[in-house]
């Protein structure tokens, strides 16, 4: 891999190359995040949405969000028919600080919470859990009884599941800001093979974390406030 190449990898911003018929020639590092969350084809017609009338390069200043990610242009290249490149630029915030509500928050075990609430679905049913948690994650604030009752309403939704992943681990590159400060995001993330049924999930809006969810997948991103 040339200099090049790996400055590339290495950039937070997602880049993609995609042939003329949607498939993706290439994908950075953090491109291949966003393509966890969103489908090849989607972003490939954000490409020709953006691109240039004719061949050569464009970029767009735009206000675009996409599952957590905001992003605020997008460049476009291409110099034949059979390619096209294209780059998002995200922006700092994540979402926006008056989505989240972080008054009734207290110091709490993020992994005593997530087993507590696996201990649970185990009693109803039985799910053999893998769980994969970065051990350097300290003890935050969060709202210990919001996040249990939505992650227990989460967990269930994979009741059909024989096999789930349990992932907590912290965010790289990301961050949102709160009332002028910035906080690092910690991701718990539940997933499986089988797809899930989201239909009975109540979540209210002002919650103290941000509520992602896919058809194999649930996201819960909250900030990391010591």
Known sequence: MSFFEEWVELDLNPIL???????ILYSNSEAQFLLNRIKPKELFDLALAY???TFGASTSYIDLTIKNYTFYAISVKYENDEEIHMKLYKS???KKESKLNIKNINTTNIFTLV???????????????????????PEFKLDASS??????????????????????????GEYIKIDGKKYSLI????????????????????????????????TLDLPLII
């Open 17 to 23: 190359s995609f042939s003329s018929s949607s498939k």
């Open 51 to 53: 691109a240039p009338k």
């Open 92 to 94: 700092a915030m994540v």
């Open 115 to 137: 087993d507590l609430s696996i201990s649970t679905s185990k009693i109803k049913k039985n799910i053999n859990f893998i769980k994969n948690y970065d051990p350097s994650i």
């Open 147 to 172: 996040f249990i009752k939505s992650l227990n309403q989460v967990i269930e939704s994979f009741n059909n599941s024989e096999n789930i992943t349990c992932s907590i681990l912290l965010k790289i």
């Open 187 to 218: 991701s718990v993330e539940i997933a499986s093979n089988e797809k899930a049924d989201f239909s009975d999930i109540n979540i209210k809006e002002n919650n103290s974390f941000i509520l992602s969810l896919d058809d194999y997948k649930a």
